[in-house]
């Protein structure tokens, strides 16, 4: 069995609708789904085989996605062996200064979430921008490129230099 906490915010997303999200993920992926105390989502394996632990792990995995913050939808996306979560906490990056997380989480978003469009559209991963994370969904080359944007753009980098990185970086990859 898995847990995984989830933010309120996040929580009522699999609560919508009676649950569809939460049958739809049991459905594809072959486990058992419930709601522990608080914004606690259990994942139980359907048996105790290998298999089944696998499916948990990926199971975990898509509702982490959906928790951090991506659209069901893109978090499917998981399901597929070609693609690939992961995280940058800001607070970590940032040594938690609060007023240092809200700029560049604004830089990275970008004016009408313009940047953010532009790292996924160079790069090809799906890019969620959360209260303290910003996550990465997408295959292994895609999520590389899209991290090292982020990265130049909380080490103060111009948006320029980042989006030349990005176009430099994208070609070599088509």
Known sequence: MRVLVVSEKRFAEFKKKDGALLREIEKRCGVKLSFGT???????AAND????????????QV??????GFEPRR?????????????????????GSPKAL????????GEQGKIKRNIEE???????????RVAF???FEEIKLAKEAVFKILEGKEITTVYSFLEKHAKKTL
Do not use: T
Not at 38 to 44: F, Q, V
Not at 75 to 95: C, G, P, Q, T, V
């Open 49 to 60: 085989d290998e298999a089944q632990r696998g499916s948990e792990w990926v199971a975990e």
């Open 38 to 44: 608080e914004a606690e989502l259990r994942i139980d």
């Open 102 to 109: 809200h700029r560049y989480k604004a830089r990275i978003i």
């Open 75 to 95: 978090a499917f996306k998981l399901l597929s062996d070609d693609y690939y979560l992961e995280e940058i906490d800001l607070r970590e990056a940032l040594h």
């Open 122 to 132: 160079f790069s090809g991963a799906f890019v969620a921008v959360g209260d303290e």
């Open 63 to 68: 509702c982490r996605a959906i928790s951090l």
């Open 137 to 139: 969904l997408g295959a």
